[in-house]
């Protein structure tokens, strides 16, 4: 049996209407995401057709944290993107992702064809348990992130990269008072608690059915 990765096969959502100076810095920051998670996720990546991109994860427990990392780094932006998540076997691995194939790819893959219009992230499993026990609470939380401001994005992100950080830590890189970045992250859509406990929730699952 071959070994259990997630793959997260992304596209950016209207992307023609961005200006260019703005898409150097979309893909500027979603880059320096990633290879900041390296060391830690051993992802590897490829951006493609210019507004796409794809991303092997040999810890699929994380592939929904990674997920909301680079929605919430493109909503801070003022963009947003379409992410599936494909937990499966990969059987043909490369060091060029590009080259990697597996069911995982074809999940994924596929998966992003199958989202519904507004929807912006969904898993799809070879388990089909594991699909079931995360589909629903996975679209709800789609739905909230969804309705974020760049500014709550920016400040959850902040978080969930360093949780346990001081409001006052946080509000010091985003130049503005505790006060704020307290009521930042308490917004009524994705509480920044929530969050995380969400993230828990889907690791836990995630892991207690691949082994």
Request: hydrophobic share 45%.
């Amino acid at each position: 049996m071959p070994p259990i990765y997630a793959v997260l096969t992304g596209d950016f959502v209207n992307s023609r209407h961005v200006a260019s100076e703005h898409y150097d810095t979309i893909l500027y920051q979603l880059e320096q995401l990633l290879l900041s998670q390296t060391d830690q996720l051993a992802c590897s990546f490829n951006f493609y057709r210019g507004d796409a991109f794809q991303i092997l994860l040999p810890k699929p427990q994380a592939s929904v944290m990674l997920a909301f990392y680079i929605r919430l780094t493109m909503l801070s932006l003022g963009q947003d993107c379409k992410i599936s998540i494909g937990i499966g076997g990969v059987s043909n691995l490369r060091k060029d992702v590009k080259s990697a194939s597996g069911a995982a790819f074809i999940l994924s893959g596929n998966g992003l064809d199958k989202l519904v219009s507004g929807q912006r992230l969904a898993i799809f499993s070879e388990q089909a348990e594991l699909q079931q026990v995360l589909g629903v609470p996975l679209r709800l939380a789609d739905a909230m992130l969804s309705k974020l401001t760049a500014r709550q994005a920016e400040a959850l992100l902040l978080y969930l990269l360093a949780p346990g950080s001081s409001h006052d830590a946080i509000a010091s890189k985003l130049g503005t008072s505790r006060a704020n970045v307290t009521k930042l992250l308490n917004n009524s859509h994705a509480d920044y608690q929530l969050v995380e406990s969400f993230l828990a929730y889907c690791e836990h699952h995630i892991t207690g059915r691949i082994g």
